[in-house]
């Protein structure tokens, strides 16, 4: 909780009243209810109300009082509530003889804080399995601690009204429980029962439709006889199978297709803490416990058992899976029922959004799903399941989703007038700032799709309609054949390129604003460097607005143009032949032999990411991807089982420009040596790469003087390059930051850009 700006109110203890006014979080997470609670214990009078983002109390009483009440208004608040109180002002006392709370009214200016969805709360849940609550079953629990709400708002302030729940008139148990100040779902806006609120139904083309609780049984039988169901949930649809049955594991992919990418697994909560049943499959530590309990219900990467019972290719070539635990009352009821963990995969066609409506998800998936699961609560806007991972002591998110998102962060400085970014082009988010606030939207997906494309237009206007701004400028990647680079130019807005790794930079200087100079290293797959150029393996020198580029890996070209971040292979050929070995591709070996010989189509670029794949390739790991990413991810599992010392770094030279290179040439002997095991030459790529990075610093560091480290761009997604690298950086006595608000990755970008943009004074 934060203190903000108060005025001076008298101490003494002669009656009074005040005007207190809250920002922050404090709209749909049971502030009025907690208000009210907490006035009438301390025998205050006056009025509580939600205006548009704030809530606005008047309390009178003695000044000793009103004093503590004020300080309980934050230190007692809502455990999802995270109030600011930006002002306390002594005004005159009204005819008042008891406190109410007062009808929702929009104020003249907006301090919208909108909460993310959130898991059901313990209090729900015994409810649910509890055969004489009301609500014994019911999929739709929910009170003011728990349950949908950036899914369900239409706008705010946040009242029944203005949300999905719109349409569901309460019965009078309801409405008994809605306007009773001792009860928790008192002003709880989604408030619903099975006799008021919304139903289940299920479609099975070949038997008559049923709803309710037979709905439901109906669902159990499908994924427990190994078919394929798309259950409708918060944010989207999700394909469910059992997770043990290999052969429904095996048509989910095949009818997707999704014949590699990992599949998410989603765990019955069993026990003290919840997670019994995912440690008869899997091995978190401590901190991806933590993670798995936290009430935005993440999926988390952890490490798999080797004597589990999922089905083998539930994550092919991989140590470590996507978990998480239910976080609805319908999925807690469809894992009760079955008691076996299930995939709990994208009820979508691949990397678009998540699909939200009845009809277009049996249009859409009817080649996919078997049968549906649906329910009439509407989804006003789709939000995919939060990813996150365990990486150098902190828990750092992949993917910000559900439960995670709308992020909100503060800017170091207020922007001086309200901005769009709209990011980049693979796994897309906008952000929009104004004042001294940024938000962050869900993660979007890759904006190769029509409705992809539609829905990232969607977000655009969903974040300046939610939170009452309209943006005024627009920030863009450099790279004119992004999609969201080409919406930016069209929007009529002002604009401001930002190249794509400056963004990476920039987005560490907005969690970490006190650093005064940074080296950054941004290494990823590719994006449109400075010179024109397609960089990957930088290291830029200085601070938001004044990046130099000082570090760099030798160019090399593959070629195929776009085609080479699913085909390794090219990687791979590219740097054998630039170094005079020899290799076959694949496909067609004399006719790409020739373009790359004539650069026809082979691009030159310094990505490490591509070094990655080309390592994955030569050691006979991937030579054509079925997913972004597969040959790194892979090569990293691979190395997690070998065995090397610390790694040499790679040969670096400064250029006649002052640039340091280092020369890939170094990883090739190595990988290609068949007497070593090839978990080994997996590891030694991994290790050589944090030498190199390391060996930069230092030399870095000797010419240029001190600075701050940070790692930011996607190959620190890479657990096995990353953490040696922090821990000899740290040894070496580098202050090291690694992103932990926003993803590393591409999501991360749309931040960055808000950053440098406002460094270059796009004021």
Known sequence: CIIGRTKAVPTDNAPTARRIRLTGRVQGVGFRPFVYRLAR??????????????????????????????????????????????????IEPES?????????????????????????????????????????????????????????????????????MAGFAMCDACRAEYEDPA?????????????????????????????????????????????????????????????????????????????????????????????????????????????????????????????????????????????????????????????????????????EPVIVDAEMVEARLSRIADVFLHHDRPIVRPADDSVVQHVAGRIRPLRLGRGLAPLELRLPRPVGRPTLAVGGHMKNTVALAWDDRLVVSPHIGDLDSPRALNVFEQVIDDLQSLYHVRAERVVCDAHPGYASSRWARASGLPIHEVFHHHAHAAQLALEHPDVERWLVFTWDGVGLGEDGTLWGGEALLGRPGHWRRVASFRPFHPPGG????????????????????????????????????????????????????????????????????????????????????????????????????????????????????????????HATLAATLVEQAHLLRERHGGFAVGLSGGVFQNRRLAEPAIDALKEGGFPVHVPAAIPCNDGGLSGGQIIEAMARRFD
């Open 41 to 90: 214990r301390l025998n205050i009078h006056g009025w509580v109300q939600n205006r548009l983002g704030e809530v606005v109390i008047h309390a009178q009483g003695d000044a000793d009082v009103l004093d503590r009440f004020q300080q309980e208004l934050i230190d007692r608040a809502p455990p999802l509530s995270r109030p600011v109180l930006e002002e306390s002002t002594v």
């Open 96 to 164: 008042v003889d008891t406190f109410t709370v007062r009808g929702s009214t929009e104020g003249a200016e907006a301090h919208i804080h909108l909460p993310p969805d959130l898991d059901v709360c313990p209090d729900c849940l015994r409810e649910l399995f509890d055969p004489a609550d009301r609500r014994y079953h019911y999929p739709f629990i929910n009170c003011t601690q728990c349950g949908p709400r950036y899914t369900l708002a239409e706008r705010l302030p946040w009242d029944r009204p203005s949300t999905a």
């Open 183 to 351: 009860d928790r779902r008192f002003h709880a806006e989604p408030i619903a029962c099975p006799q008021c609120g919304p139903e289940l139904t299920f479609v099975n083309r070949s038997s008559p439709v049923h709803t309710g609780e037979l709905a439901l049984h109906q669902a159990v039988a499908a994924i427990a006889a190994g078919r394929i169901v798309a259950v409708k949930g918060i944010g989207g649809y999700h394909l469910i199978c059992d997770a043990t049955c290999a052969s429904a594991v095996a048509r989910l992919r095949a009818r997707k297709p999704r014949p590699h990418k990992p599949l998410a697994v989603m765990f019955p909560f069993r026990g003290e803490d919840g997670l019994a049943a995912l440690r008869e499959y899997t091995e978190p530590d401590a901190a991806e416990a933590a993670a798995l309990r936290d009430p935005a219900r993440p999926i988390v990467l952890v490490r798999r058992r080797p004597d589990s019972d999922l089905a083998a290719d539930i994550a092919p070539g991989m140590d470590r899976l996507g978990a998480f635990l239910p976080y609805s009352p319908l999925h807690h009821l469809l894992l009760d029922a079955l008691d076996r963990p299930l995939v709990a995969t994208s009820g979508n066609l691949g990397g």
């Open 562 to 685: 776009d085609r080479v971040a699913r085909e390794p292979w090219r990687s791979a050929a590219a740097l054998c032949w630039a170094a005079g070995l020899e290799y076959t591709p694949p496909q067609d070996p004399e006719l790409v032999r020739a373009a790359w010989e004539r650069g026809l189509n082979a691009p030159g670029t310094s990505a490490v990411g591509r070094l990655f794949d080309a390592a994955a390739a030569l050691l006979g790991l991937v030579d054509n991807a079925s997913f972004e990413g597969q040959g790194p991810m892979w090569l990293e599992t691979v190395a997690s089982h070998g065995r090397v010392g610390n790694g040499e770094p790679l040969a670096c030279r400064f250029n006649e420009h002052g640039l340091l290179v280092a020369d890939w040439q170094g990883l090739l002997a190595p990988l290609c040596d068949e007497r070593i095991t090839i978990a080994n030459r997996a590891a030694g790529f």
